[in-house]
């Protein structure tokens, strides 16, 4: 998709996109384990560092611009970040370079609450081994 | 008096900051490397998310482990909130290892590093 006009798409913004521009938990464990989006982690580095889910692939917000040739234009581009601000803000910026893109409602702190336990067991079995997030 | 009776006289609230340690004071004691973080959650949950530093040992290895764990500095055992954390921690209060849980658990902590907060830890690799 070609990159869209900021005004033209505040113009076109309605009931439908407001829902569309964002993917709820359960939506995103399902479309991530049939290989639909590629999540992204937009939190800073030294967040990263800290510590880091080991789905998806780490690319700092302020790195974005700079950083689109490795975002997969087949792909839904999905943004987090600890809650969804940032993610909002990722989100956008991708959606008007022309990219089909949505973030995640949740954040980073509720997937990594949801797994936890009996959880992360049968999303594994579901999804296969994981290597830890990349950079 | 074996380790397990001490453990059971010192269930009082006064003596409970010998069981536990805050985020706060954990990330400062951390930082002036007076402790080691030690993730005893599951592999499974470990390789969904996981955090760049400490020892991780699942809590039902933790007996046929003990030789991997410093015995001279503080351990700070930390599961998702605190419940496997604390059973873990006084098991190895009573093998005789200094070691406290992670009051407010690893969701603690990863909600407490987010954005520039992050920076107030000093990774040590």
């Not at chain 2, 503080?74 to 098991?91: E, G, H, I, K």
């Amino acid at each position: 998709m070609p990159p869209i006009p900021f005004d033209d798409y505040l113009r076109r913004f309605d009931y439908d996109e407001r829902l569309a521009m964002k993917i709820g938990l359960e939506e995103l464990l399902d479309s991530y384990a049939k290989g639909e989006i590629q999540l992204i982690d937009i939190r800073f580095r030294e967040e990263h560092a800290a510590w880091s889910v080991g789905m998806g692939q780490h690319i700092p917000l302020n790195e974005l611009p700079d950083r689109l040739n490795e975002l997969d234009r087949a792909k839904t581009i999905v943004t987090m970040c600890p809650h969804y601000d940032r993610a909002e803000i990722a989100r956008l910026f991708l959606t008007l370079q022309g990219y089909r893109s949505r973030y995640f409602t949740g954040g980073m702190l509720k997937l990594v609450d949801y797994l936890r336990g009996d959880n992360a067991r049968d999303y594994l079995k579901r999804i296969g081994p994981l290597t830890g997030s990349s950079n | 008096m074996d380790a397990l009776d001490t453990l059971a006289r010192k269930t009082v609230p006064a003596a409970m900051g010998e069981a536990r340690i805050g985020l706060d004071d954990f990330i400062t004691a951390y930082n002036e490397s007076r402790c080691e973080l030690l993730d005893i959650r599951v592999p499974e949950e470990t390789a969904v998310w996981q955090f760049s530093f400490g020892l991780r040992i699942p809590a039902n290895e933790l007996p046929d482990r003990l030789d991997e764990l410093p015995s001279d500095t503080l351990l700070v055992v930390a599961c998702p909130m605190s419940d496997r954390s604390n059973m873990a921690r006084s098991y190895l209060a009573a093998k005789g290892f200094e070691a406290k849980y992670l009051a407010g658990g690893l969701l603690g902590l990863a909600d407490r590093l987010k954005g520039g907060a992050a920076k107030t830890l000093k990774l040590r690799t």
